[in-house]
């Protein structure tokens, strides 16, 4: 039976191509209750205000992963001796997207610490010479796709080259990181066939993981996983094992699946708008503006979850404790009270607070990445692709509601400069 | 809008008047604007004063603001006011000239309270710091290395003195008369964190000490004495002890001033001495005693940044006739950076009876600890905590009851109650 | 870092920056996009350059829109911001 409510829809992949019109029936109630046949409900919070009131209230917790509870193997041992002791280690090394403070706080601050602005800046120049690698081998193309051809493989080797991971080992990760994204999505969190084939997921990734360390504590180069695994921060905090494999998978999870939505959402929005193509053709130095406009106007990560600790009393009503809180990131970056005539894609809009990243402890640790790899990527696009015109409007999508973002991007091109 | 034959006068040139003069031309005041300073300065950024221009990091004379007044100004820099005539709308320069005005923002500011002893405060070696010359002078006495610096006040910007002279290896000795750092702003609870944190820095803190007198040698300060009879030998003293409010130049003109502000209604007009608004004349900044409607319509005069640009802005547009919607009441924000420590804080901290820390760990240096006035959350003060102050804001801004309902994600057992240690 | 106050003649007019640190919450993200000219110290303590030269414009631009809470002003005279 379909899920009637409105948050049902958004997770509907019927309009996954456009969920702004569910957004914008979802801020005519700031805050709502949708019914998910429990007794507190989930609670969607849809505009820019309750969004970023949510974001920073002490009272909302991030820590939304139900118990681990891997599968059952039939071998009486594994299953009473094994299992139980690995969903408890699980459960204490979670991500620290799913953790709180303290635990999230010394977590980031160890990935902050290897996350330096000299290695960022690095990437920079990186994503430059990537693209034009990139499309130098589609340049007698007609067509191309942006996803297979340059969003995809762009954060990919970035994110591996950061992390040290070698470059053969490179298309493991790609089936991997499909399925770990999943539990961004909120129905996969109940479905146990997502959570057993997530679990077998980590373990493969884990186990691999855990010799890439070792070899980093042998072999140390300078990357991040070599910096995580032998240094610790300024305040002598050093990550133990079991949080250092969750932390790295989270990492590169997180490159595979997002920068990906915010380079093909930008092309697809560009030829959606061939002005604004044409304008950043002529003025490069528009990239930065137009990148917040894309973050604001179609962002990667359409939403995110939470928790409350205790009731909290928010436009006229109170989200009782222990309720599931979804924040609709992309909801609240349209909201006209504080975006005027949001619908509208215009990066001359000034003061651009969207939520693309989120927002408070939890902002996106790779938004400086995802920015040089959007601006190299788009800049490059606008100015090499001859005569682009998109094969498919609207494109396919992938099945993701909360990571949104088209499965391929066809484009026909009278060939690249 | 007004008839462009209207003329508006800007006293000051810091902060406020400039983000006042943008606002009036941003609300479309369309005649002439005439912007008076006692600097010969355009309008620059005090915090750096106090920080990275004392490191060296950044030269004095690179902290201008941005501004985007156009070439539409009359400039009168370097000739303070001395008077103001209502009746015949004329302000006074130092250098003689007569301006007349049609509309007037007041906001000369404030300037450092001197060592009371004159003879003192004058001698080689002894810094008040508020102007850009006064940065740039204390930043050369500093680079010469002498051999301990005496920071007299214990506030913020003695605070913040003593503990960059840590960051250029100095030995510093801070002497406050309080029970502890900054006691008399955020109680002695917090006061006595932020004073461990600047012992942990080596800074020779002295509580419960008063400079007496400054003992000098040709001219030059060589030590400081204790009331207790304490000798510091130090050859640079800055006097940190607050600021006064500059309205002399207003006595004589009617309006009601005194050296804790000039006095303003809900609007931001300038109040007479029989209480009555003089609908030409706004203020804004530092010397704007105003009611606060967050505080029972209290008259408060607010040092804060934010606060000069806030009423700045306000009473921008109030000159050019955009009527506002409300009465001014922006909440008093603070920050203040200590070394490498962000102090700060929402609301005033006056009156309050009972403190919580809500969130961090005030062992570990990184906390927010809110202050509550019978029952309502009236501050809160943050300690490297700065993405936690915006919840605590709102709690304030509401008025909501104290202590708040619900714990923190990272307070499971609940919140203590602290008496926040007013002196 | 350096401060250049004055351009030498000839030069183009350099940028002036002021950041609201009460709204400033450690983001670091100008940290990122202009690494010369901003810096977080200790937790969240940042300091930055008010003075850029006009030749790092590009990198002000990106460190001014990147700002979550959108903190940064910039005056370009040479650009007429």
């Given amino acids: ?417 | ?423 | 870092m350096s401060a250049p106050a004055d351009a030498s003649p000839g030069s183009p007019p350099g940028l002036r920056v002021c950041v609201d640190l009460n709204l400033c919450q450690g983001y670091a993200q100008c940290c990122y996009a202009a690494p010369r000219h901003f810096r977080i110290e200790g937790h969240e303590a940042l300091f930055y350059d008010p003075a850029p030269a006009a030749r790092d414009r590009a990198d002000i631009e990106r460190a001014r829109v990147a700002c979550p809470v959108q903190a940064i002003r910039v005056e370009d005279p040479g650009r007429g911001a």
């Fill in chain 1, 1 to 417: 039976m379909p899920d009637a409510t409105l948050l049902g829809q958004v997770k509907d992949f019927a309009n996954r191509a456009n969920p702004y019109p569910v957004y914008a029936k979802l801020r005519e109630t700031p805050v709502s209750r949708q019914d998910d046949g429990t007794e507190a409900g989930t609670w969607v919070a849809a505009t820019h205000g309750t969004i970023s009131s949510l974001l920073h209230d002490p009272r909302v917790s991030s820590e939304t992963l139900p118990p681990a509870d891997r599968p059952r193997t039939g071998n009486p041992f594994t299953d009473l001796i094994v299992k139980p002791l690995k969903d408890w280690m699980m459960d204490r090394h979670r991500v620290f997207i799913f953790r709180d403070p303290p635990d999230h706080d010394a977590l980031r601050a160890s990935v902050m610490h290897q996350f330096s602005r000299e290695r960022v800046q690095a990437m920079r120049a990186r994503s430059d010479r990537l693209v034009a690698d990139l499309l130098d081998e589609k340049c007698a193309a007609r067509e191309i796709d942006a996803v297979d051809d340059l969003a995809y493989p762009l954060p990919v080797t970035v994110i591996c080259e950061l992390f040290g991971v070698p470059r053969e080992d490179e298309p493991k990760f790609h089936g991997w990181a499909t399925q770990l994204a999943t539990a961004l999505e909120p129905d996969s969190l109940s479905d146990p066939e997502i959570r057993a084939a997530n679990s077998r997921t980590f373990d493969a990734i884990g186990g691999y993981m855990a010799d890439l360390i070792k070899e980093k504590r042998r072999h140390p180069q300078d990357d991040m996983l070599s910096g995580l695994a032998n240094e610790a921060t300024p305040e002598g905090v050093k990550m133990g094992d079991y949080d250092l494999i969750a932390t790295s998978i989270l990492m590169l999870v997180a490159g595979h699946e997002t920068t990906v939505n915010l380079i093909t959402n930008g092309l697809l929005t560009l030829l959606r708008h061939p002005d604004e193509l044409e304008r950043l053709r002529q003025d490069p130095g528009r990239a930065p503006r137009l990148i917040e406009e894309l973050l604001r106007y179609e962002p990667p990560v359409q939403f995110r979850t939470r928790r409350t600790l205790a009731a909290i009393d928010i436009a006229d009503v109170t989200i009782p404790e222990g309720a599931d809180l979804v924040l609709l990131l992309a909801a609240g970056n349209r909201d006209a009270a504080v975006f005027p005539d949001p619908d509208r894609f215009d990066p001359d809009r000034a003061g651009t607070r969207h939520l693309g990243f989120g927002g408070s402890l939890h902002y996106c640790v790779g938004a400086p990445l995802a920015r040089f790899e959007a601006e190299a990527a788009l800049t490059a696009l606008a100015r090499r692709l001859k005569a682009p015109r998109l094969i498919a409007d609207p494109p396919p999508y992938r099945p993701g509601a909360a990571l949104r973002g088209p499965e391929h991007l066809r484009v026909a091109i009278e060939g690249i400069a």
């Fill in chain 2, 1 to 423: 809008m007004m008839p462009t034959s209207e003329r508006a006068v800007v006293v000051g040139a810091g902060l406020a008047a400039l983000r006042g003069a943008e606002a009036m031309r941003e609300a479309g005041f369309s005649g002439s604007l005439s912007i008076v300073g006692a600097e010969p300065y355009r309008p620059y950024d005090r915090p750096p004063l106090s920080k990275h221009v004392l490191t060296g990091a950044i030269r004095a004379d690179a902290t201008t603001l941005p501004s985007s007044l156009g070439a539409d100004v009359d400039w009168h820099l370097g000739s303070p006011a001395l008077g103001l005539d209502r009746a015949a709308r004329t302000l006074r320069l130092a250098d003689g000239r007569r301006l007349p005005y049609d509309r007037l923002l007041v906001a000369t500011g404030t300037r450092a309270r001197p060592w009371p002893n004159p003879h003192e405060g004058r001698l080689t070696g002894v810094f008040t710091l508020r102007g850009r010359d006064d940065a740039a002078a204390l930043r050369a006495a500093l680079a010469a290395g002498p051999r301990r610096v005496l920071v007299i006040g214990g506030g913020f910007i003695g605070c913040e003195v003593a503990n960059l002279c840590r960051q250029l290896g100095l030995p510093v000795t801070l002497v406050e008369p309080g029970p502890t750092p900054l006691a008399r702003v955020l109680g002695t609870t917090v006061g006595s964190l932020i004073g461990a944190i600047h012992e942990g820095r080596g800074v020779d803190l002295r509580c419960g000490g008063e400079v007496e007198w400054l003992e000098d040698e040709g001219g030059r300060l060589v030590r400081g004495h204790l009331t207790d009879g304490t000798r510091i030998d130090a050859d640079v003293a800055v006097i940190a002890l607050g600021a006064v409010r500059n309205t002399e130049w207003l006595a004589g003109s009617g309006l009601s001033a005194d050296p804790g502000g000039v006095d303003c209604d809900e609007a931001g007009y300038v109040l007479d001495a029989d209480g009555r608004p003089d609908p030409r004349i706004a203020a804004a900044g530092d010397v704007a005693r105003f009611p606060h409607p967050l505080y029972g319509g209290r008259r408060v005069a607010l040092e804060h940044w934010s606060q000069a640009v806030a009423q700045g802005v306000h009473a921008g547009r109030l000159l050019a006739g955009a009527v506002p919607e409300a009465p001014y009441g922006e909440l008093p924000t603070f920050w203040s950076t200590q070394g490498a420590v962000v102090v700060k804080s929402v609301g005033l901290t006056e009156g309050a009876d009972a403190l919580a820390f809500t969130q961090g760990e005030p062992a570990s240096g990184r906390f927010v600890a809110l202050y509550g006035r019978a029952g309502r959350c009236i501050a809160a003060v943050a300690v490297d905590s700065a993405r936690w102050l915006p919840a605590h804001a709102a709690l304030v801004a509401a008025g909501a009851p104290f202590p708040p309902r619900g714990a923190a994600a990272d307070r499971p057992k609940g919140i203590e109650i602290l008496a926040p240690g007013f002196p």
